[in-house]
């Protein structure tokens, strides 16, 4: 593994103790349309508004942080970035079991949003795109003491949602 080299200014014996990502803003044409996406597929709540701002703030079902989301509207004129260019390729949702993960799948699909589905060995994902085309990832976590090699590694491989349906089905990983 390659070794980064310290920051000047930083004080390698030192750490930010990060631990979690608690929320994630968006970009997008259409306030509206996009919070319906959100609301209705994904299944977040619409829990603050900002006019002023033409921003709305919505909190995923089963959460307990004010908010996972916000969105900011731009209108209609607002231009895409490109396609694999730098910055933010996709953002990540963790769901309680393997159970969730499916029934995300069948929403994602119905509404002609899934973009595709892989295993990541210890990680179980299926992935979309927002009407903007904003990529998300929903994932599934095996139980820790099932990650076994994948401790130490990170693979793309096809997954078979229906046989880890019939391995995991009913085991929560994640509250």
């Known amino acids: 593994m390659h070794r980064l080299e310290p920051h000047s200014d930083v004080d390698p014996e030192g750490v930010v103790r990060i631990s979690r990502l608690n929320h994630a803003v968006l ?12 609301t209705e597929v994904l299944g977040f709540e619409v ?4 006019p002023r701002a033409n921003a709305r703030f919505l909190r ?4 307990d942080n004010h908010h996972d989301l916000g969105l900011f509207g731009l209108g209609a004129g607002a231009t895409r970035p490109p396609t694999r260019g730098l910055g933010l390729y996709h953002l990540a949702w963790q769901v309680p079991t393997i159970d969730d993960l499916a ?6 699909a119905g509404a002609d949003a899934l973009t595709g589905q892989s295993s990541h060995g210890a990680t ?10 904003n990529e ?5 976590l095996l139980p820790r003491d099932a990650w076994g090699d994948y401790e130490s590694r990170a693979v793309v ?3 078979d ?7 995991w089905s009913g085991v929560e990983t994640y509250t």
């Open 27 to 38: 970009f997008v044409s259409d306030l509206d349309r996009a919070s319906r996406f959100y």
């Open 47 to 50: 829990i603050a508004e900002e």
């Open 60 to 63: 995923a079902s089963g959460s």
């Open 103 to 108: 029934e995300a799948r069948s929403r994602i």
């Open 124 to 133: 179980k994902s299926v992935y979309g795109a927002d009407p903007d085309g």
């Open 136 to 140: 998300f990832e929903i994932m599934w």
């Open 157 to 159: 491989e096809a997954l």
């Open 161 to 167: 949602l229906d046989a880890e349906i019939s391995r």
